[in-house]
C-alpha cells in the first residue's frame, strides 16, 4: 500500500455521553482531503472542529460512519492497530507544543522513532535532517524551557515528522504564537505540503491558516457549512477586510 496520504469521511457521528444526557458532537459529515494538500477547519469554539481532527488521528472513535485513509477505515482498526496508526501514519502537531520537558529538543524528536524501534544511527541521521528542516540546529541540545514560544513549536512539528508520516494533523498550531512567529510556522507547513507532499489537517481560528490552505471547510455545531478553495477564502477575506476599513471624510 503506497501512503499517499487521501482521507475519506463518510456520514460522520460522534455522540458523547455524560450520564443521561448526550451532547452531539458531528452529525453525519463527509469530507475528502487529496493527499499532499492543506485542509484548514475552521468554526467557533465546540463545533467538532477537534473531534474531529482526534478521529482521523486515531486518538477517538467515531459512534457511526468510516474514516478511510489511503483504503483503511479506522473504524474496523483494533486498539493495536490504531496505536500504529498514530505512530506510523500521523504526526500530531499540539497548540502547547506537548514536548517533555525533560528531554532536549534533540531527544524529543527521536523519542516516537524509539518508541517505534528505530535503531540508535536511524534516530541519530533523521534527528539531525529534522532540525536542520525547521532551521533549529543550533537548538538541539536545549531544552523546552530554554527556547522560545515559535522554537518549541518548530521542535513540535519535527517530532511530529519523526516517523515520517504521510499526515501532519494540527490543533491550533499558531494560538500561543505571536503574528511573525505564527507567520514562520505558516511558511514551515507550506515547504512540507510542497516539497514534501505531507498531507495537513489544520483546525484553527487564524484566518492567515485560510488563506494558504487548498480548501478551507468551516463547521457549525457538528456539520460542516460551507466548502471552499484557499484563493476563495483570501477573495472573500480581502472583500470583508476592505468594506470594515472606513472611508477618508
Do not use: W
Not at 2 to 14: E, H, Q, T
Not at 48 to 76: E, F, Q, Y
Not at 107 to 128: C, F, H, K, V, Y
Amino acid at each position: 500500500m503506497v501512503d499517499l496520504g487521501d482521507i475519506v469521511v463518510k456520514d460522520l457521528i460522534k455522540v458523547y455521553k455524560t450520564g443521561k444526557s448526550e451532547v452531539i458532537a458531528l452529525r453525519g459529515l463527509d469530507c475528502t482531503i487529496s493527499g499532499g494538500r492543506i485542509l484548514a477547519i475552521m468554526g467557533p469554539s465546540g463545533c467538532g472542529k477537534t473531534t474531529l481532527l482526534n478521529i482521523i488521528g486515531g486518538l477517538d472513535r467515531p459512534t457511526a460512519g468510516s474514516v478511510n485513509i489511503d483504503g483503511v477505515n479506522l473504524v474496523d482498526l483494533s486498539d493495536a492497530d490504531l496505536v500504529k496508526h498514530r505512530r506510523q501514519r500521523v504526526g500530531i502537531v499540539f497548540q502547547f507544543f506537548n514536548l517533555v520537558p525533560t528531554l532536549t529538543a534533540r531527544e524529543n524528536i527521536e523519542l516516537p522513532m524509539r518508541l517505534a524501534g528505530r535503531n540508535s544511527d536511524e534516530m541519530t541521521s533523521r534527528s539531525a535532517m529534522l532540525l536542520k528542516l525547521v532551521d533549529m540546529e543550533p537548538r538541539g541540545a536545549h531544552r523546552p524551557d530554554e527556547m522560545s514560544g515559535g522554537e518549541q513549536q518548530r521542535i513540535g512539528i519535527a517530532t511530529a515528522l519523526a516517523n515520517d508520516p504521510p499526515i501532519i494533523l494540527a490543533d491550533e498550531p499558531t494560538g500561543e504564537l505571536d503574528t511573525a512567529t505564527g507567520q514562520q510556522i505558516l511558511h514551515l507547513f507550506q515547504k512540507l505540503r510542497d516539497e514534501y507532499k505531507k498531507t495537513i489537517v489544520i483546525v484553527t481560528h487564524d484566518q492567515r491558516i485560510g488563506q494558504i490552505a487548498d480548501t478551507v471547510m468551516t463547521i457549525v455545531d457538528g456539520r460542516i457549512t460551507s466548502t471552499m478553495t484557499g484563493a476563495e477564502f483570501h477573495e472573500k477575506a480581502t472583500i470583508l477586510a476592505s468594506q470594515s476599513v472606513p472611508s477618508p471624510s
